[in-house]
């Protein structure tokens, strides 16, 4: 089992910036992906980003592409991402999930066994 760590969420006001960080612990990590969820109350699960395992380039979300960044550690089992240009609407909870190496797409949630706890971003405009 893998157990992922989350900090850096917070409030922030429109326009800055805040990067998030999960760590994971327990397994051999460069056969995982890595990706990043939020969900906003009331709101469904939603995909931000993430990194295929053989693979350092991240997918991202529509409403996020262009502001938001998403890295691996050199240790690849620390994801970084680094979210620019925050607006009001990206306030939510944020979580970071692992999932070991398959054929499912890994912008759907079904590709992640593993998730954090979450970390909470607020946006004020």
């Known amino acids: 089992q893998v157990r992922l760590v989350e900090s850096g969420g917070g409030l922030v006001q429109a326009g800055n910036s805040l990067t998030l960080s999960c760590t994971a612990h327990?397994?051999?990590?460069?056969?995982?992906?890595m990706g990043w969820f939020r969900q906003a109350p009331g709101k469904e699960r939603e995909f931000v980003a993430a990194?295929?395992?053989?693979?350092?380039?991240?997918q991202y979300g529509d409403s996020v592409q262009g502001r938001f960044t998403m890295f691996r550690g050199d240790a690849m089992n620390t994801t970084y991402l680094q979210m620019n240009s925050l607006k009001p609407e990206d306030t939510a909870v944020y979580y970071c999930?692992?999932?070991?190496?398959?054929?499912?797409?890994?912008?759907?949630?079904?590709?992640?066994?593993?998730w954090g706890q979450g970390t909470q971003v607020s946006v004020s405009s």
């Open positions: 990194i295929f395992w053989g693979s350092r380039t991240a």
């Open positions: 327990g397994r051999a990590f460069r056969f995982y992906s």
């Open positions: 999930a692992a999932g070991l190496k398959s054929t499912i797409p890994i912008i759907s949630k079904r590709a992640y066994s593993d």
